[in-house]
């Protein structure tokens, strides 16, 4: 079997136990935290539940059965892909998750896009230029990956939104997406902007690009059609972890913009001691993680297709 075809296969059963150990972290680290599921379920201490209906809650959700019973009923719908029912919002977590995963995926989708973007033109500019260009297009990567999201979506939101006026404080739509997706996409595109360009300055003086110059090409084509290509690989590897990043930095930014999504539902549930909530939106966030690192192993030998063969070859 051809060795690419391997590794994929082995990345997709090491995802399917990553995933079942995220979910069994999660379940127990919800289980340790102090405090009554029945009581928060009802309302929390603040509503002054009666010790009745406290029990009866606890018969009603399994609260009262053994940990590792609750553990193997959990492991069970995990398999399906069932989560249960959200304590505070009475309905299914799945289809909690359904309505708010599109907004979060088309924030971080949008953010990865315009990171890709903004190192692509910081390297194509300013990698492997002698002088001050250089050094400009260097240090600005240092300090865009640097950045806090926090403080920078605050930043973004004081001057483009409150002093500006160019796009809305509170707002759907594209002109609501620009600044929480610059938000995220600034410091990944620094990452993004720092190992694209060591790769590309190496490349600079290697054979498949002297050849490409002795054969007429411009310098600017071969910057943009054969350097940028080869440096782009380990960009490409970052992008699986830095889809992850996003998806995390995704709670902070929609928090700040005040945007609808699964980071605001994950902050409202983890409050609530929602753990069906909890354990859902953790899982589908790891879900979305694997599935981009594996299609980071297939874009890797898109853009390099001799990996086809090479990987997993023995050395």
Known sequence: MNPWVLRIARRVADSVVLLLAVGTIVFFLEHAVPGDPAVAILGGAAAHPTPEAVAAVTAQYGFDRPLLAQYGSFLLGLVRLDFGESYTLKQSVVSVIGGQLGSTLALTAT??????LLSITSTLLTAGRRGLLGRIGSVVETIAAGLPQFWL????????????????????????????????????????GQVTRDEFE????????????????????????????????????????????????????????????????????????????????????????????????VAYVAVDPRLRTTIGAPA
């Open 153 to 192: 979506g605050l930043v973004l939101l004081l001057v483009f939104a409150v002093r500006l006026g160019w796009f809305p404080v509170i707002g759907t739509g594209l002109p609501g997406l620009v600044l929480p997706a610059l938000t995220l996409a600034i410091p990944l595109a620094g990452f993004l």
């Open 202 to 297: 190496d490349a600079q003086d290697q054979p498949f690009a002297l050849s490409a110059r002795a054969r007429g090409l411009s310098e600017a084509a071969v910057r943009a059609r054969h350097l940028l290509r080869h440096a782009a690989l380990p960009g490409i590897t970052l992008s699986g972890w830095g889809l992850g990043s996003l998806i995390s930095g995704a709670v902070v930014v929609e928090v700040v913009f005040a945007r609808q999504g699964v980071g605001q539902v994950l902050v409202t549930a983890v409050n609530a001691q929602d753990l069906p909530l909890v354990i859902g939106i953790t899982f589908v966030v790891a879900l979305v993680y694997v599935v981009a690192n594996v299609l980071t192993d």
């Open 111 to 116: 953010a990865l896009g315009l990171a890709w």
